[in-house]
């Protein structure tokens, strides 16, 4: 039986998503089932910036919508964001360090078979439908999400 991980992304920031992202890779390339369960600001690594809408959605859910982030490469900072300035250097230096880009390790993460859930209710009061997110993301609800985490024998919060 294959290890498994399963990690819990409640965060929406740049550093937080790289480091999830950067297990999620090396588990898969070390043989582990992995699983990404995306809750509340963790979602807005799983939005397709292609396929967003206003469609169908309240006044709030719109404005919602439209001022927060758009896309992975939007997220800002944890820490010394500094109007985005701090995160400007971190992508120099991980440039210079010939780093990939979060948007690679998610590609990377999709390309391994990772696999990639949304919370249902977090993804309703948010006000996202389905079809704006990635084409992997299943919705599931908590339960479903805790009988997953359950079998896993690592479990990280983030």
Do not use: H
Not at 61 to 86: C, H, I, R, W, Y
Not at 108 to 130: D, H, I, P, Q, T
């Amino acid at each position: 039986m294959n290890k498994k991980m399963n990690l819990l992304i409640f965060s929406g920031e740049y550093d937080k998503a790289l480091a999830a992202l950067i297990l999620a890779n090396t588990g898969r390339e070390m043989g582990m089932d992995v699983t990404l369960f995306f809750t509340f600001w963790g979602l807005m690594l799983v939005r397709d910036p292609d396929k967003l809408t206003l469609e169908d959605k309240t006044l709030f859910e719109q404005m919602f919508g439209l001022v927060t982030p758009q896309g992975v490469e939007d997220l800002p900072l944890s820490k010394m964001n500094l109007a985005g300035l701090g995160k400007k250097m971190l992508l120099e230096m991980m440039e210079d360090d010939k780093t990939p880009s979060l948007t690679d390790f998610l590609n990377g993460a999709r390309k391994k078979g990772v696999k990639f859930y949304g919370c249902k209710l977090s993804v309703e009061v948010m006000g996202f439908k389905e079809e704006e997110l990635l084409p992997e993301v299943e919705i599931i609800t908590a339960q479903q999400y805790l009988e997953d985490a359950i079998d896993s024998q690592i479990q990280l919060f983030i």
